[in-house]
């Protein structure tokens, strides 16, 4: 939906180029995106459900604050289980 708004896709256009590579992504669905529609999944797809790291950090910006998140984590086995934080 938000290609559909021109307005809005201007506003935030800048954050969704994505420079770094793409090609580890492999994302398909059988259908060929628009232009917009592809930066929107390419985007999507590394920022997750983050606004802030959708629509306020570049694709680079956001790989490396991930790639920092992951390397200061004191147990990555166990984020990756569900086995850190109180339940």
């Known amino acids: 939906k938000a290609v559909e708004h ?3 896709y201007m ?3 800048p954050f969704l180029d994505m420079d770094l590579s793409t090609d580890f992504m492999e994302i398909t ?4 995106p628009s232009v917009k529609e592809g930066q929107i999944r390419r985007k999507y797809y590394l ?3 983050s ?4 629509f306020e950090m570049t694709g680079a910006d956001v790989r490396e604050e ?3 998140a992951i390397q200061d984590a004191s147990d990555i086995a166990g984020i ?5 934080g109180s339940s």
């Open 51 to 54: 606004c802030r790291y959708m």
């Open 66 to 68: 991930l790639q920092n």
């Open 11 to 13: 506003l935030v256009k």
């Open 6 to 8: 021109e307005e809005l």
């Open 29 to 32: 669905d059988g259908q060929e």
């Open 47 to 49: 920022a997750g459900g």
């Open 80 to 84: 990756f289980t569900g086995n850190i």
